[in-house]
């Protein structure tokens, strides 16, 4: 009987026991700490308004109209200074193909910090070393985008900046399927560009930070004759003065366009 009293007993105390195990709340599941990061943001526009690439038309410097359906570029290189110049980080390996097709264009460069961006500065294009140095089915997203690169004339390497479209060459006023094509594929290591931007953007290492680009498409057709100089593409020593010159002031209009926001 006393044997039987005290398995009685153990039950009571086990189903008492799994009862008040119940009733206690489930441990939270661990969170995966997340590194707060910096990115930097490039947004076409057309003036005020947004850039649509599938409708716009735009002016050239003769008055023309001009209507662009592709825009692509690659970025390279950033680095941010604080006030006295001196280097707070550098991105020296983060390579960003712009396209105005994409939704967005917000590239994550790394792990946000402490500190005041005063400038910005991008390159537009890319170093001699990486420009040549990479076979496409071997090399890392952007630059196995065949698209972008001259893969008839490794000398030639990536193109580092793509605009085509059409213009008004009929002079109706209107961009038809009749018009005349325009192309500008700036290329080769002495067309490396490079762009500095004031920020004045304080940033912190435990929040997101972003900095942004505006790239005025209307300001860049504004640039040049594009009815005049329909195209342009990689120049190599030997080559008319004229070609290079043109494809330094495509270049030079597309830098010019780009604004901090």
Same mark, same amino acid.
């Given at each position: 009987?006393? *044997?039987?009293?005290? &398995?009685? &007993?153990?039950?009571?105390?086990?189903?008492?026991?799994?009862?008040?195990?119940?009733?206690?709340?489930?441990?939270?599941?661990?969170?995966?700490?997340?590194?707060?990061?910096?990115?930097?943001?490039?947004?076409?526009?057309?003036?005020?308004?947004?850039?649509? /690439?599938?409708?716009?038309?735009?002016? $050239?410097?003769?008055?023309?109209?001009?209507?662009?359906?592709?825009?692509?570029?690659?970025?390279?290189?950033?680095?941010? =200074?604080?006030?006295?110049?001196?280097?707070? !980080?550098?991105?020296?390996?983060? %390579?960003?193909?712009?396209?105005?097709?994409?939704?967005?264009?917000?590239?994550?460069?790394?792990?946000?910090? @402490?500190?005041h961006?005063?400038?910005?500065?991008?390159?537009?294009?890319?170093?001699?070393?990486?420009?040549?140095?990479?076979?496409l089915? !071997?090399?890392?997203?952007?630059?196995n985008?065949?698209?972008?690169?001259?893969?008839?004339?490794?000398?030639?390497? %990536?193109?580092?900046?793509?605009?085509?479209?059409?213009? $008004?060459?009929?002079? =109706?006023?209107?961009?038809?399927?009749?018009?005349?094509?325009?192309? %500008?594929?700036?290329?080769?290591?002495? &067309?490396?560009?490079?762009?500095?931007?004031?920020?004045?953007?304080?940033?912190?290492?435990?929040?997101?930070?972003?900095?942004?680009?505006?790239? $005025?498409?209307?300001?860049?057709?504004q640039?040049?004759a /594009?009815?005049?100089?329909?195209?342009?593409?990689? @120049?190599?020593?030997? $080559?008319? *003065?004229?070609?290079k010159?043109? *494809?330094?002031?495509?270049?030079?209009?597309?830098?010019?366009?780009?604004?901090?926001?």
């Open positions: 009987m006393k *044997a039987l009293t005290k &398995l009685t &007993l153990l039950a009571a105390v086990a189903l008492a026991f799994t009862a008040c195990k119940k009733d206690e709340d489930p441990e939270p599941t661990p969170t995966t700490p997340v590194t707060p990061k910096i990115s930097l943001e490039f947004e076409f526009m057309n003036g005020p308004a947004q850039f649509d /690439i599938n409708n716009n038309l735009l002016a $050239d410097s003769a008055g023309r109209l001009v209507s662009f359906n592709k825009v692509r570029f690659f970025a390279s290189h950033t680095r941010l =200074d604080d006030m006295g110049g001196n280097e707070l !980080q550098n991105y020296a390996d983060k %390579y960003m193909l712009v396209d105005a097709a994409n939704a967005s264009n917000t590239f994550e460069l790394g792990d946000s910090f @402490t500190g961006v005063h400038m910005f500065h991008f390159n537009v294009g890319l170093d001699s070393i990486t420009n040549h140095s990479n076979l089915d !071997q090399a890392p997203p952007p630059l985008d065949a698209t972008m690169h001259w893969n008839w004339n490794p000398m030639a390497g %990536y193109k580092f900046i793509v605009m085509e479209g059409q213009w $008004d060459s009929d002079g =109706d006023d209107l961009i038809t399927a009749n018009d005349d094509a325009f192309a %500008y594929h700036i290329a080769t290591d002495d &067309l490396l560009g490079s762009k500095s931007i004031m920020s004045h953007m304080d940033v912190f290492s435990d929040s997101n930070a972003s900095l942004s680009v505006h790239i $005025d498409m209307a300001q860049v057709a640039g040049w /594009i009815s005049d100089h329909p195209d342009s593409h990689t @120049t190599f020593p030997g $080559d008319p *003065a004229e070609a010159a043109l *494809a330094i002031r495509v270049r030079d209009a597309f830098l010019s366009a780009m604004m901090a926001h």
